[in-house]
């Protein structure tokens, strides 16, 4: 599994923390790759990638899918707004 990014911090003592993360295929969160964390993460079988965990991402709804929807449900509340000349 490629990693998504790769991520360096330095603390207010000066130390460098520096690692890998992954990406949600199914929110966009990123998460720092820690194996043998005890994290109980997924992986999605049919985006064929890995997911963050949360309780919303175990069903599979890819979040391109999600941004589609939402752009639609948008275009339809602007065109709404045009029928129905609430917009000035």
Not at 15 to 39: D, M, Y
Not at 53 to 66: D, L, R, V
């Amino acid at each position: 599994m490629r990693p998504a990014g790769y991520f360096v911090s330095t603390d207010p003592d000066g130390r460098i923390t520096e690692g890998e993360t992954l990406q949600c295929v199914h929110c966009n969160a990123h998460w720092i790759v820690r194996p043998g964390s005890g994290i109980k993460r997924g992986w999605c079988l049919r985006c064929m990638g890995p997911h963050c965990g949360q309780a919303a991402c175990w069903s599979c709804e890819p979040f391109e899918k999600k941004l589609e929807r939402w752009e639609m449900r948008e275009r339809l509340v602007q065109a709404a707004r045009k029928t129905l000349c609430l917009d000035s």
